[in-house]
């Protein structure tokens, strides 16, 4: 069937009446979400059903969704703890799973005051890290023996599918003892060399806090916290990395300095200092990252790393936090490696253009003159 029939197809069904089964309507779409190879489902008032595909919002009907319509579809899929959260919140996560089709993320909230949904569609293998195209020195992140490991990104910056690439490569390696809490679920690990429990948050734990507490009494060497989203997690994960667990999670941040203090503001003012002391001596990395659109479709990560060291914690002590980037670069033979080598990287190596990444440099006379010293050298700039 050609992209036309396929859009038909959908534009037909969507102005047919529900069948008997509630989540009818909902799996139709994500159908074709799935069959066109995009990423997320968006459904919101106002515009038709759309998908996500490379990057770009492409409708997949021609009727104008309403709130009530859209609270129809979605609210029959989710889980008994999902749909709780929704009624007392109006917000909520949940995992969806359907017979050949896959599992979803799903995301009901509302926006000036009517339902709207973003549903996500979970890859069903789990990505090996030399496929993700980052930098080489990010493997040294699965070779760390304790300490807490932060990746940042804003929302749909892949650092999820980092965080479960570099649990394969210990789950592949190593016999190790592994603990993750999500909310919901994304990616679902075998047992290789290493044991694996996962636990899903309305699932398994009522709460990531109830579930780290939980967690520490199992005797994990290490724990993957899905997202530092509350003070008690944070605080919880930074105890643990201090007493010697391993232990990774997620952050929506977007550079090195940003991180830290995303954490400690987090904490009330008199709490502050004290959870920089412990951040400084339990922190023993920072990776954020970005996508950005490749010039041959599809989308490629660019992305900062710096390995703590010495001079990284006096300056967490210290609240002086405008100096990590600095310690990027006295700590390159670590592994460090700044925002700016790698999309200077990404240029050189023609897979991105020079404007989408001054777009998203975080210094950009930083990567001016990295790519003016390329030049010079005599490397072809793509």
């Known amino acids: 069937m050609d992209e036309f029939s396929k859009i038909e197809l959908v534009r037909e ?4 009446p529900s069948d008997s089964s509630a989540t009818a309507r909902l799996e139709r779409w994500l159908a074709m979400l799935v069959d066109r190879g995009g990423s997320d489902l968006l459904l919101v008032p106002g515009v038709p059903a759309c998908i996500r ?15 009530p319509e859209i609270e129809d579809a979605v609210v029959p899929a989710l889980t008994s703890h999902a749909l709780r959260l929704y009624r007392e919140a109006q917000i909520a996560d949940s995992s969806y799973r ?14 000036r005051g009517l339902a709207s949904a973003a549903i996500r569609a979970l890859p069903s293998v789990v990505p090996e890290l030399r496929d993700l195209h980052l930098p080489a020195s990010v493997e040294l992140l699965a070779r760390l023996p304790r300490g807490l490991v932060l990746i940042g990104g804003a929302a749909g910056s892949g650092k999820t599918t980092t965080l479960a690439a570099l649990i394969n490569e210990i789950n592949r390696r190593d016999q190790r003892h592994i603990v993750t809490i999500e909310d919901p679920i994304e990616y679902e690990h075998s047992h290789s060399r290493s044991v694996i429990e996962q636990v ?32 008690e997690s944070m605080r919880i994960a930074v105890s643990a990395a201090e007493t010697g667990h391993l232990v990774f999670s997620t952050i929506h941040t977007t550079d090195v300095a940003g991180t830290i203090s995303r954490i400690a503001d ?12 412990e951040l400084a001596m339990a922190l ?11 010039k041959h479709g599809a989308r490629m990560p660019a992305a900062e790393l710096l390995m703590v060291g010495y001079g990284a914690r006096q300056h967490i002590r210290r609240n002086a936090l405008q100096h990590l980037h600095q310690e990027i670069t006295l700590t390159k033979n670590a592994g460090s490696f700044s925002m700016e080598e790698s999309l200077a990287n990404l240029i050189t190596q023609g897979h991105i253009t020079r404007d989408d990444a001054l777009a998203c440099a975080n210094h950009p006379d930083e990567l001016e003159s990295v790519l003016r010293k390329r030049t010079a050298s005599g490397h072809s700039i793509g």
Do not use: C, W, Y
């Open 13 to 16: 069904l969507d102005d047919q």
């Open 53 to 67: 595909l490379e990057g770009k919002v492409v409708n997949i009907g021609n009727k104008e969704l309403n709130g």
């Open 98 to 111: 359907i017979a050949k089709l896959g599992r979803f993320r799903i995301n009901l909230h509302r926006q």
């Open 200 to 231: 899903e948050i309305g699932i398994d734990a009522p709460d990531f806090p109830t579930a780290l507490r939980a967690a520490l009494r199992q005797a994990p060497d290490i724990l993957v916290v899905g997202e530092m989203r509350d003070p």
């Open 266 to 277: 987090s904490f009330p003012a008199e709490r502050q200092h004290t959870i920089r002391q």
């Open 284 to 294: 023993s990395a920072v990776l954020t990252q970005v996508l950005l659109p490749s």
